[in-house]
Each structure stands twice: as C-alpha cells, then as structure tokens.
C-alpha cells in the first residue's frame, strides 16, 4: 500500500461507513478512501471540545509522535487533516476491534491467550521505549486487535518523550497509573519508560484475573497502589505470578525490563514459535 497522493487530505476523499466506537473527546468511523479504495478509520475530534478539555497540544503531540513509529503490535496513525470545526485522524482500521470487549464477553483469558498478548506488548513496548517513547496509557480500552487476532496498542493521545516530569490530570481509571504516578506531596516526581512496565502488570493481571488488581474506590485504590497491596488469586499459575511479582515493584528501577518479559518462563511457555 503506497501513501496516500500527498496532495491535500480532506473529507471528502473519504466515503464513511458505520461507527466504530465513541472515546471521550469524539467518534470513529469505518472509511474508504475514494480514489485508492483504502481502508481505514476516522477519527472525528471536535476542536471545541479539546480547547474545553485543554487537550489540544496532546493531540498535536499524539500526531507528531505516531506519525513516525512502524510496529505490527502498534495502530498506525496515516495522517490527519482538519477543517474549521474538526480535526480528523487517519487511522489503521482494526478488524477485531476493542480487546476489552473481547476480556469482558470471556470474562478472563487462558493463560496460553494472555501470554501470546503479552509477548506481543512487550515487543511493542520495547519497540516504543527504544525511540523513547512513553505510552503512559496502557489498559484494555486502549489496546485493538487485527483481523488475524494480533494486537496494537492505540490512542497516544497520553504518550510522551522519556524523561518526563510533566504532570497531566490523569482522566479515566486510576487502575492503572503506577505509584510514582500518583500525587506523592510537592516534590517534582520525574518518570521514566518503567511506568508502561507497571501497567503491563496490571494488564497481565486483568487479562488473567478479569478484574484490575488494585480496583476499588478511587481513594481506596490509590492507597492500594502505593502500597503494592494487592492478591494473586491461587488459580493463577506460578510462572504467571512470579512475572506479575516481577513488574507490580513499587520500585520502577527494579521492575524487570522488557528483554527478561520476553524470556520469561511464562512467556517462553506458551508462545514458542509455532504453537
Ligand atoms: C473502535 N475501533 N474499532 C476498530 C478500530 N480501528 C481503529 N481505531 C479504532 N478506534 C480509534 C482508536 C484510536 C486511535 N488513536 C486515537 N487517538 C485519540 O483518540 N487521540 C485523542 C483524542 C482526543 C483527545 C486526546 C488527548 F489529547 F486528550 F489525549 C487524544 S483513538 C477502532
């Protein structure tokens, strides 16, 4: 597939077909590009709204970040256009759509499924952290899944370059935000690629458990993060504890890297080549 002719993207080269989703901050429709009959999805952002939501320079960032990564296991951002009113993401279509659909229909994964998902994150992730990108919002609701049932990490809207002491008022789930993340008093807190290495141990555990490990209320879950308190149901296997053990540290510096996932028993177990 060649890009798209680089003269001047707007609407209506795309004819639009159902909705694909609704986020926060706008919609996403299936669409065919007239002239090449490509497929992709459009993301619809009101530019009203992200001046409301103060989110519009995320979104730039978003842009100017995904616009250069290539990965298998991460959702392509083709381009983007606007108009007076909205700004539109060119976006590679996923077949299978939203993966937390998927978790919620099955309750919980396999251990054979949630370790095949997580060898495919953590390739996505190093790939990611070698470029110095942080994706700072790894959960279900943000992860897709291709027609051949491969997954693609999605919307990075959050996303920024490592090191990052920025501080953004988190929306959504607390669920997943790592303890150095948390408001801890009024020191600068910097933060490195290690948060996404948390949140894929609380991903693992979800995917595995069908609930996040430290869910409860707001207050209550953020005492919980900070503290690592949480339980390992005893139907989970030990190579699949010891890797949630091993990324769930309150420590980021002694969360294991990515390369030890990628090797990890657990992993080794169920993905060898060919399975
Ligand atoms: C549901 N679905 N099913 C199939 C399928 N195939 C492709 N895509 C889908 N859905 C869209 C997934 C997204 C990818 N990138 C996004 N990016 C974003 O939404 N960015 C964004 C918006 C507003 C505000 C902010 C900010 F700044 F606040 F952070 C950031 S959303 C699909």
Redesign the pocket.
């Known amino acids: 597939y060649d890009q798209p002719s680089t003269k001047k993207l707007h609407l209506g080269m795309f004819e639009i077909g159902k909705a694909?989703?609704k986020?926060?901050?706008?919609r996403?429709y299936?669409a065919k590009e007239r002239s090449s009959g490509f497929i992709?999805?459009l993301?619809v952002?009101h530019k009203s709204e992200?001046q409301q939501?103060g989110?519009?320079?995320?979104?730039r960032?978003?842009i100017e970040i995904?616009s250069n990564l290539r990965h298998p296991n991460v959702?392509r951002?083709f381009g983007h256009f606007h108009d007076s009113k909205r700004i539109f993401?060119i976006?590679?279509?996923?077949?299978?759509?939203?993966l937390y659909k998927h978790l919620r229909k099955e309750h919980r994964f396999p251990e054979w499924k949630a370790a095949q998902y997580i060898a495919q994150m953590a390739a996505a992730l190093k790939y990611l952290h070698k470029k110095h990108v942080i994706h700072r919002d790894i959960k279900p609701e943000?992860i897709?899944m291709g027609i051949h049932g491969e997954i693609k990490i999605?919307?990075?809207?959050?996303s920024v370059h490592a090191p990052n002491n920025r501080r953004q008022t988190m929306c959504g789930t607390l669920d997943y935000l790592p303890p150095e993340m948390l408001v801890t008093g009024t020191q600068e807190n910097f933060y490195s690629e290690k948060v996404d290495l948390w949140s894929l141990g609380v991903l693992t555990y979800e995917f595995l458990v069908g609930e996040a490990p430290f869910e409860d209320t707001p207050v209550m879950t953020q005492r919980r993060i900070r503290r690592g308190e949480m339980t390992i149901p005893s139907f989970i296997s030990p190579e699949a504890r010891d890797l949630i053990k091993k990324l769930l540290v309150l420590d980021p510096e002694k969360r294991i890297p990515l390369e030890e996932v990628q090797q990890h028993p657990w992993i080794i177990k169920h993905c060898m080549k060919g399975e």
């Open positions: 694909l989703g986020g926060k901050f706008g996403v299936l992709c999805a993301k952002l992200l939501g989110v519009q320079k995320q979104v960032r978003e995904q959702l951002l993401l976006l590679e279509f996923a077949g299978k759509g939203e943000n897709l999605s919307d990075f809207g959050w």
